[in-house]
């Protein structure tokens, strides 16, 4: 049965009020058609709940609009979604890819995340590249996807809307990483479901490191907006310094925007469940909605927090991570970064459940703190405590 407007009803009952689902629900492919947006080809998922958002097949299958009953949760930067031959990844010492930052999710990696670096080439035994030269945050998030299929899918009486595609990071005396992956939201639903798996297609032993920048937007965020998280230890603050603390402004609660804002980040160290997941949220309680992000602490064991309250980019992101903070140097000398031979793989999965309403929020709040609690102090001093990511080769 899917719970539609009110009722359960069968497949049948829906099929008898309709001609088609596409008339409250479904998935399909457009493509848009002006300025620096011209012939990216999108995916919108309507679940007939009120939960809408659309998925950039030519981003790496990243996630773009997002919301719910004509409430916006995903964030829009200034730069619009841009079109493939628009990306300067390579440009402004490694920081133009921030020229193409937008969107509710944006994929950072295959073989580099955080800021810009140059890390050794060797793996690759090719005598003219010494060293790599990596922009912020990787390449993945500015490559097309070959979109594999999208649709419908009823298994009984349940519904999935989906999608699926193939993403290349691949170089001839470079690395040849495949994303695999798979959208997934069901009829009558609220939540939207991320299946990756990251394969080495190529034959040299490659590095692999992987993170979600998840980015929530007004009015989500907005001030008085919380930030929940079963904070075991607060790790590192890019921010640890007097300029900063004159912000007056912590992790736990949102301002309104702040003219002259410096972005603050933050690692957490989180505690999980009995099921391995780590649920992290930011909630409004004035509107009573929020989103609640689950991923899996084998996956991706480290957290940051980033926020960047200027006007114009107002926004508050939950970055689950492969790594630590420390960058792609110091996950090499710590034994901590993961490497792939060819034929392996490292999966992904995370979930983004819209919370609508105060019981549900309450409900979120209580499984989290149910985990653990978070520190009731705005501005924990971070520990500098790294410990040691197992389960690398």
Not at 203 to 221: D, Q
Request: hydrophobic share 35%; aromatic share 8%; charged share 20%.
């Amino acid at each position: 049965m899917v719970e539609l407007f009110g009722r359960s009803l069968t497949r049948r009952q829906i099929g008898e009020r309709a001609g088609m689902l596409s008339q409250f629900a479904g998935v399909r492919l457009m493509t848009l058609g002006d300025g620096v947006e011209r012939g990216i080809r999108m995916l919108e998922f309507r679940t007939g709940t009120g939960l809408r958002f659309t998925v950039l097949v030519d981003r790496a299958l990243d996630i773009a609009d997002c919301e719910y009953r004509g409430q916006s949760i995903g964030w829009h930067s200034p730069t619009g979604f841009r079109h493939p031959a628009l990306h300067e990844y390579e440009g402004e010492n490694g920081l133009a890819w921030a020229r193409s930052f937008s969107g509710l999710m944006v994929t950072c990696g295959l073989d580099h995340i955080l800021g810009p670096q140059e890390t050794p080439a060797d793996s690759y035994n090719y005598p003219g590249k010494k060293s790599i030269k990596h922009s912020l945050h990787g390449r993945i998030g500015t490559i097309p996807a070959r979109l594999t299929g999208y649709g419908e899918s009823w298994n009984g009486e349940h519904c999935v809307l989906w999608a699926e595609g193939i993403v290349q990071q691949s170089a001839v005396f470079g690395e040849d990483l495949h994303l695999l992956r798979r959208i997934e939201a069901d009829l009558g639903g609220n939540e939207i479901r991320i299946r990756d798996r990251v394969v080495n297609h190529g034959f040299r032993r490659t590095p692999h490191m992987y993170f979600y920048h998840i980015n929530i937007g007004h009015p989500v965020l907005d001030e008085g907006s919380r930030y929940l998280a079963p904070i075991e230890d607060v790790a590192w603050a890019a921010h640890d310094g007097e300029a900063y603390r004159q912000q007056e402004i912590g992790y736990r609660v949102a301002p309104a925007p702040q003219a002259g804002f410096r972005e603050q980040v933050w690692q957490h160290r989180l505690a999980a469940n009995a099921a391995g997941e780590q649920p992290v949220a930011l909630v409004n309680d004035r509107i009573g909605l929020g989103l609640m992000v689950v991923t899996r602490q084998d996956q991706l064991p480290c957290l940051y927090q980033w926020q960047n309250f200027q006007p114009g980019e107002y926004v508050l992101g939950i970055e689950p991570s492969t790594h630590h903070v420390l960058g792609d140097l110091a996950a090499r000398e710590r034994g901590e970064m993961i490497w792939l031979e060819h034929g392996e793989e490292r999966r992904y999965q995370a979930t983004f459940k819209v919370l609508d309403g105060s019981a549900e929020i309450v409900a979120a709040e209580g499984l989290i703190t149910g985990i653990a609690r978070q520190p009731s102090e705005d501005f924990p001093p971070p520990s500098g405590l790294f410990p040691h990511l197992e389960g690398r080769s």
